[in-house]
C-alpha cells in the first residue's frame, strides 16, 4: 500500500542570483521514516531543510508537509513539525528550563504542560543539573541537546535535524539517537541532514542524495545499493579510491555516497608541503 | 619544500587588520542595505563634523577669551565638559560606539602589544574620540591665538589629556563588561550605580549645610568642587595650561607630571584587563557554579490576562533577557539618573544657563517623559537584534509575527510606563509634583509618541536589522540606517510635541495640548494596528535578512 507521503516536494527550486542551488527537486519520505539527507559540502542539503521548514522562501515549486501546502498554510504545517536548524535557534540569555517553557507555549502547550515537559525534558538530555546557567554558557553539545528537546516538546508529528550529530560527543549522540528511535517507534518522522555517514547507515531507513543542487538518488538504503550495483561492472573497484568489495559483501553507504557524487580522494597528491 | 619566513611582524598583522576592516567595509556595499548604511554614516559623519568643528570654534573662542580676560583657570569648565562628554556619551548613546570585539583576533598569534595598540586604536577612531578631539582642537587655537608663546605646551598637555581619555574611556569599558559578565559582581555594581546617583542628592544639602547662605551659588560651587576638581586630570590639564600663561612653568609641569601620573595609573587598570583576556580568561558562569544543583520544582510560564500564551511567552522572554543584561539596564535609568543631574549638577547652580527646570519646572516632566522615550529606542527600533539565532526559531513556530512584535511592543511599553512612574515620582520628589493638566498632557503626548515610534521600530527592526549583544557594554551598535530615521522620527515627534505645549502654554490652558495630543495619538495608533497587522507579510519577505543578519557569528 502506498501510503500519502509526510514530505513532498514537487520541481523545489532556489536560486541565489545565479546560482541554483537546489535545481527542481521531487523529494517523497513516507510517514514513520527515519530519513537521512546527504549530500557534499554547498549540495544544498541545509538550503533544502530550510525551504521545508519554512525558514527561506522558495524560488519555485511546491512544498506538502502532513499534506498540507507550506506557503498557504505556514502555521498549520509548523504547528506539526519541530525543526533544529543550522544555527540551533536558540536564545542565549534564558536558562534551559526558561528556553524550554518559551518555546512549549509557544507551540501552543498551556502553562501546566509546558513546565512539566520541559522538567522531563531536561532531566532526559541530563542538562538539569545546573538550572541557573545560561544557555549561552552551555557547551556546543548540551546546545544541541538542548536544541532537539525544544524542538519535541510538543511532540511534533515530523522532526527536521540539520546535522543534529555536528560537534556532539558520544554519550550526548547516544541519548538523541535513543530519543530519535523511540520518535519513530511512536509513528513520528525524521528528516535529517548528516555528514556522519556512518550514523545515517545504522539510523536511516531511507536516504536521498543530493549533488549541485539536484537529487541524484532516493530510496530504502538497499535501493540505493541496487542502483549503484547494477551500474558497476563486475568485480571493479568503487571508482573512488576505495578497495574493491569481496563476493557477498555489501557495500557501505559511503561507498554508495561517494559512487553517486563521484568523489575521489586525491588529497594525497596534493598539499605535499603539509607536515 | 621552499624556505618560508615564518616570523610574525605586528606591523603586518595590523595592516591585514586594517585591510581587513576596509574589506569588511566595501564588502558591505554590496547590497543595497549596506548602500544604505553608507548613506546614513555620511549623514551622521557630517552631524558629528558640524558638531565638533562647531563646538569647537566655540571652544576656541572661549578659551581664547578666558586667556585674554586674565581668567585661564577657567579652562578647567571646558576641559571638564570635553572629560565628561568624552566618557559619559558613549554610555547614553551606545549606537554611535564603534568598538567591535578585538578578542576574535585571539586566535592568531598577536603579540600582547599589538593586541593592547589594536584596541587602543578602535577607541581612537570612535566618533566621541574625533569630536572631542576637534574641541581640543579648539581650546588649543584660542589658547595659541591669545597666547602663541604657549601653544607647543599647550598641545603637550592637551595630548597627554587625550591619551588620558582615550585609555580611560576603554578602561572603563573593559572593566564594566567584566563587572557585568558575571551575576554577583553584576548585583554589587547594580547596588554602586544605586548609590552613586543617592550620593548625588546629597551634594546639595551638604553644600547648604557648609556653605553660607548669602553668598551665590555659583561662588559656593566654586569653593566646594574648586580645590577638588583642581587634583583630578581635567583639572590638572587645565592648570598645566594656565600655568604656562601666567608664566608659572614649574608648577605647570608638576600638574603636568600629575596627570601623567593618572595617564600611567590608568594605563596599569587598562593593561590588567586587557592582559586577563590576552591570556584567554573565561567570564562565563560556569566555573562560578560551587554546586551542582537538581532542581525539580516546576517553575509556571507567565500568564498575561487578555494575551494570547505566545504574547506572554515572548514578553516573559523580553523581561528576562532585559533584567540580565546590565548595559540595558544602565543605558534605562538614564533618564531618571539625568534628571538627577539636572537638579542636583553643576548646571542647577548657574540660574542663567542650565537651571532650566527650575525655571520651568512645569516642562520637567514632560521632558522626562519624552526622553525617556528617546532611550527606549535603543530597543523598539531593532526589535530582534538581542534574538540572534532565536530568529530562526520564531521563523520555525507556528506563532505569527503580528504576535511576536507585539509581545515585544507590549514589554517595551511597560518599561516605558515604569519609568514614566518613575520619572514622575523623581520630579516630585526634585523639583515639585507636576501639575495635574501638565502630567496628563505629557501622558497624551506619549500616547501619540510611543505609537510612532513602535510603528517605525517595528518596520526598521524587519528592515535594518543588527545582531545585538544584551552582555556587552560599549558594543550595542545599531545600523546606521536607523539611528538616522531614528533621529528623524524623534525630531518629528519632539517638535509635535513641543508645538502642542507651546500652543497650550501661549493659551495658558495645559488642556488644549491634551486635546491635540489625543487626537494625534488616535491616529498613530491606528497607523501602528495598520503596520502590526503587516508585519507578517513583510517579515516573511524579510527573513532571508532577518536570519542572515542576525545568525551571523
Keep these: ?275 | 619544500m621552499s624556505e618560508l619566513d615564518l616570523t610574525v611582524r605586528p606591523l603586518t598583522q595590523l595592516a591585514a587588520i586594517s585591510g581587513l576592516r576596509w574589506r569588511l567595509f566595501v564588502n558591505a556595499l554590496r547590497s543595497t542595505r549596506g548602500k544604505l548604511e553608507l548613506v546614513s554614516r555620511i549623514l551622521i559623519g557630517l552631524a558629528f563634523t558640524i558638531g565638533g568643528v562647531g563646538g569647537g570654534l566655540g571652544m576656541g573662542i572661549a578659551a581664547s577669551m578666558m586667556i585674554s580676560a586674565g581668567k585661564p583657570e577657567l579652562l578647567a569648565l571646558l576641559l571638564w565638559f570635553v572629560f565628561v562628554f568624552w566618557q559619559v556619551f558613549p554610555i547614553m548613546a551606545t549606537a554611535f560606539t564603534n568598538n567591535p570585539d578585538s578578542s576574535d583576533l585571539l586566535r592568531f598569534p598577536l603579540s600582547y602589544r599589538s593586541y593592547f595598540f589594536v584596541r587602543m586604536a578602535y577607541g581612537a577612531f570612535d566618533p566621541v574620540t574625533v569630536l572631542a578631539g576637534l574641541w581640543s582642537f579648539g581650546i588649543l587655537a584660542g589658547v595659541g591665538f591669545a597666547k602663541p608663546a604657549v601653544l607647543p605646551w599647550t598641545l603637550l598637555v592637551l595630548l597627554v589629556f587625550a591619551a588620558f581619555n582615550l585609555l580611560f574611556m576603554q578602561m572603563t569599558f573593559a572593566w564594566v563588561e567584566r563587572w557585568l559578565a558575571q551575576r554577583r559582581t553584576r548585583e554589587i555594581m547594580g547596588v554602586l550605580f544605586v548609590l552613586l546617583m543617592l550620593s548625588f542628592q546629597l551634594i546639595g544639602p551638604l553644600a547648604r549645610r557648609f556653605g553660607t547662605r548669602a553668598r551665590p551659588e555659583a561662588q559656593r560651587f566654586v569653593e566646594v568642587l574648586a580645590p577638588v576638581q583642581a587634583i583630578l586630570p581635567p583639572g590638572l590639564a587645565a592648570d598645566a595650561i594656565a600655568r604656562a600663561v601666567l608664566s608659572q612653568f614649574m608648577v605647570g609641569v608638576s600638574s603636568l607630571a600629575l596627570l601623567c601620573a593618572f595617564v600611567l595609573i590608568i594605563g596599569y587598570f587598562l593593561h590588567v584587563r586587557l592582559r586577563a583576556q590576552y591570556r584567554g580568561e573565561n567570564l562565563s558562569e560556569v566555573a562560578a557554579v560551587s554546586a551542582l544543583l537538581k532542581d525539580r520544582s516546576l517553575r509556571l510560564g507567565w500568564n498575561l490576562p487578555g494575551f494570547t500564551a505566545p504574547v506572554a511567552a515572548v514578553f516573559e522572554k523580553e523581561v528576562r533577557y532585559l533584567l540580565r543584561s546590565g548595559p540595558m539596564l544602565l543605558t534605562l535609568i538614564m533618564p531618571i539618573f539625568v534628571l538627577v543631574v539636572f537638579r542636583l549638577g553643576p548646571m542647577s547652580s548657574f540660574r542663567n544657563s542650565g537651571a532650566l527646570f527650575m525655571r520651568v519646572p512645569d516642562m520637567a516632566f514632560p521632558s522626562a517623559a519624552a526622553y525617556t522615550l528617546l532611550i527606549l529606542t535603543n530597543l523598539a527600533y531593532n526589535n530582534f537584534g538581542g534574538d540572534a539565532g532565536g530568529i530562526q526559531f520564531f521563523y520555525a513556530s507556528p506563532v505569527s509575527f503580528r504576535e511576536i512584535v507585539l509581545a515585544k511592543n507590549l514589554t517595551h511599553a511597560s518599561i516605558l510606563t515604569i519609568e514614566t512612574v518613575l520619572a514622575w515620582i523623581a520630579v516630585s520628589f526634585l523639583y515639585r509634583a507636576p501639575a495635574l493638566d501638565v502630567s496628563i498632557a505629557a501622558l497624551a503626548g506619549l500616547l501619540f509618541a510611543a505609537p510612532v515610534n513602535f510603528s517605525a521600530g517595528n518596520l526598521l527592526s524587519l528592515y535594518s536589522p543588527k545582531k545585538l549583544d544584551f552582555s556587552s557594554f560599549g558594543r550595542q551598535r545599531a545600523s546606521q540606517l536607523t539611528v538616522l530615521i531614528s533621529l528623524g522620527v524623534q525630531f518629528v515627534v519632539v517638535g509635535v510635541g513641543v508645538a502642542a505645549f507651546w500652543i497650550a502654554q501661549h493659551y495658558g490652558d495645559f488642556w488644549i495640548a491634551t486635546l491635540i495630543l489625543l487626537l494625534l495619538a488616535g491616529i498613530s495608533l491606528s497607523v501602528y494596528v495598520v503596520i502590526l497587522n503587516r508585519i507578517d507579510g513583510i517579515a516573511l519577505a524579510r527573513r532571508e535578512t532577518l536570519v542572515t543578519e542576525l545568525c551571523r557569528a
Design chain 1, 1 to 275: 500500500m502506498d501510503l500519502a507521503p509526510t514530505i513532498s516536494t514537487q520541481g523545489l527550486t532556489r536560486r541565489f542570483g545565479e546560482l541554483v542551488a537546489v535545481d527542481g527537486i521531487d523529494l517523497r519520505v513516507a510517514p514513520g521514516q527515519f530519513f537521512g539527507f546527504l549530500g557534499p559540502n554547498g549540495a544544498g542539503k541545509s538550503t533544502t531543510i530550510k525551504m521545508l521548514t519554512g525558514l527561506l522562501a522558495p524560488t519555485s515549486g511546491r512544498i506538502e508537509i502532513l499534506g498540507v501546502d507550506l506557503e498557504r498554510n505556514p502555521v498549520e504545517v509548523k504547528r506539526q513539525i519541530g525543526v533544529v536548524p543550522e544555527g540551533m535557534a536558540l536564545f542565549g540569555r534564558l536558562t534551559g528550563a526558561e528556553f524550554l517553557n518559551f518555546a512549549g507555549r509557544m507551540y501552543g502547550l498551556n502553562r501546566e504542560t509546558a513546565a512539566k515537559r520541559s522538567a522531563e525534558l531536561l532531566d532526559f538530555m541530563q542538562l538539569a543539573d545546573q538550572p541557573k546557567k545560561l544557555v549561552t554558557d552551555y557547551s556546543h553539545g548540551m546546545q544541541k541537546k538542548l536544541a532537539m528537546a525544544a524542538a519535541v516538546i510538543h511532540g511534533p508529528k515530523v522532526l527536521f535535524l540539520d546535522e543534529p550529530f555536528e560537534g556532539v560527543d558520544a554519550i550526548a549522540a547516544g541519548t538523541l539517537k535513543a530519543m530519535l528511535q523511540g520518535m519513530i517507534a511512536r509513528g513520528a518522522t525524521v528528516f535529517l541532514t548528516s555528514h556522519v555517514l556512518e550514523i545515517v547507515e545504522r539510523l536511516c531507513s531511507h536516504v536521498a542524495i543530493i549533488h549541485q543542487g539536484k537529487l541524484v538518488a532516493q530510496g530504502s538504503l538497499e535501493e540505493l545499493r541496487a542502483g549503484v550495483e547494477a551500474q558497476r561492472p563486475a568485480g571493479a573497484g568503487d571508482g573512488a579510491g576505495d578497495r574493491s568489495l569481496r563476493s557477498g559483501e555489501k557495500m557501505t553507504l559511503e561507498q554508495i555516497f561517494l559512487r553517486t557524487v563521484g568523489g575521489s580522494r586525491r588529497a594525497e597528491r596534493e598539499l605535499s608541503w603539509l607536515g
